[in-house]
């Protein structure tokens, strides 16, 4: 059984900064892949970031440049840095893990809202 667990969540002031924090733990065959996605209300889930153990980043258009995600795949643990936060960033963010044998695996989500 794999874990995830996502942290870093909270209210945060339109132009500020928060750093999420997601860890692994259980019986983990090696990531490949871990991701950031997102669920505002009433809307679908949607992709905001990879990377892979190689060390490739991707980045929803949406927030290029504002977000940076970083991961230690010794540790299994994935960070999203986000910066110049907008209120349409109001979300919870789930952190996804997919090892070498195709595998997912999803946290429970933190709550991000941007507000004034």
């Known amino acids: 059984q794999v874990q995830l667990v996502e942290s870093g969540g909270g209210l945060v002031q339109p132009g500020g900064s928060l750093r999420l924090s997601c860890a692994a733990s259980g019986s983990i065959f090696s990531f490949r892949r871990m991701d950031w996605y997102r669920q505002a209300p009433g809307k679908e889930r949607e992709y905001v970031a990879s990377?892979?153990?190689?060390?490739?980043?991707n980045y929803a258009d949406s927030v290029k440049g504002r977000f940076t995600i970083s991961g230690d795949f010794a540790r299994n643990t994935l960070f999203l840095q986000m910066n110049n936060l907008k209120p349409e960033d109001t979300a919870v963010y789930y952190c996804k893990a997919i090892n070498i044998i195709s595998d997912n695996y999803w946290g429970q989500g933190t709550q991000v809202t941007v507000s004034s």
């Open positions: 990377i892979t153990r190689t060390g490739t980043m």
